[in-house]
Nanobody
């Protein structure tokens, strides 16, 4: 059973930075992907960034390219460095892990359908 615990959320002014962390425990399959999603009130959950733990590939949503960076270490922790934050980035941010390798490109790495394991979320507010 995989458990995920996020931390690092908070309130920040526009243009500021935050670093989210997610600690994973339990049996994670080799080659699994780790990702960050977000959901704002009244909006659907959307993929923010994902990383392939079996290699070096990472994927980003267009709206965060150049501002956010995802990283991971040994498939146990995944991080999201968020710079140049905007009010539109305000949302609950969730960490997620796939069950094994994701077969497909960026679209699938950022699709919530590929992730059966989820954390409880950490709130990010930019105002």
């Amino acid at each position: 059973h995989v458990q995920l615990v996020e931390s690092g959320g908070g309130s920040v002014q526009p243009g500021g930075s935050l670093r989210l962390s997610c600690s994973a425990s339990g049996a994670i399959d080799n080659g699994s992907a780790m990702a960050w999603f977000r959901q704002a009130p009244g909006k659907k959950r959307e993929g923010v960034a994902a990383i392939d733990t079996g290699g070096a590939d990472s994927y980003y949503a267009d709206f965060v390219k150049g501002r956010f960076t995802i990283s991971q270490d040994n498939a146990k922790n995944v991080y999201l460095q968020m710079n140049s934050l905007k009010p539109d980035d305000t949302a609950m941010y969730y960490c997620a892990v796939s069950r094994g390798e994701i077969l497909g490109g960026r679209y699938w790495y950022l699709s919530f359908l590929e992730y059966p394991y989820w954390g409880q979320g950490t709130q990010v507010t930019v105002s």
